[in-house]
């Protein structure tokens, strides 16, 4: 049975990178490459985009009345967001070493990249880094928090659970005495072979 998991586990992995690389070929379809770490378009790509840009007055303009309404709605949540951010940095700063729980690299999650388009007007780029951090934001607490749940409570949910974390498959099952006992001993054995000094 666990065999038979592993190997569709490893089918997924097998599938998720294929997905990826064809993410690839559209982007390069699209004229773009990354270039240290950073997307680079042909010149001639970039002056399309710019044409393509809707004018601030365009944009404002047509924007119906709920949405502007609804803006401060909307961006409030950064308050709990950033403190969100805060209070797990602090978090995982102080109790990842004594655990040797390596850190999570939040930088890995939270990317800005999109305002660089130039196809978007600039409150196109201030919604795009918004929605960058908190995405990013809600990506890095999970990734945090699924490394505390895998130290702490390896064990599956007795009822299927939708878009588990990575490391959610490799718990043990429930009601699954003996395995959960083997898993918490081999991933606290696992972590103290883990240098938890990376930092951000």
């Known amino acids: ?30 004229g773009v490459h ?19 840009r809707t004018s601030l007055l365009k944009y404002v303009s047509g924007a119906k009345l709920l949405t502007i309404l609804t803006a401060p709605a909307i961006y409030a949540v950064f308050v709990p967001l950033a403190l969100l951010d805060l209070f797990v940095s602090i978090y995982q700063l102080i109790c990842f070493p004594v655990y040797g729980i390596k850190k999570v690299r939040r930088s890995n999650h939270i990317v800005f990249d999109r305002h ?12 795009c880094v918004y929605c960058s951090y908190a995405n990013g934001v809600l990506s890095y607490v999970v990734a945090v928090a699924s490394d505390t749940e895998k130290y702490w409570c390896p064990i599956k949910h007795a009822r299927r659970i939708p878009n588990p974390h990575g490391s959610y ?4 099952d429930y009601g699954d005495a003996e395995g959960y006992k083997d898993r918490v001993a081999r991933c606290h054995r696992s972590y103290k072979k883990i240098d938890g000094s990376t930092q951000e």
Request: charged letters at 40%; proline letters at 0%; zero cysteines.
């Open 116 to 127: 660089r388009l130039k196809y978007l007007n600039g409150i196109e780029k201030i919604n």
């Open 34 to 52: 990354i270039e240290n770490g950073r997307a680079v378009f042909r010149e001639e790509v970039l002056q399309r985009h710019s044409e393509l």
């Open 1 to 30: 049975m666990l065999k038979k998991i592993e190997e569709l586990r490893q089918h997924i992995q097998k599938l998720e990178d294929e997905l990826e690389a064809e993410f690839e070929d559209a982007r390069v379809a699209l």
């Open 169 to 172: 498959h490799s718990f043990a």
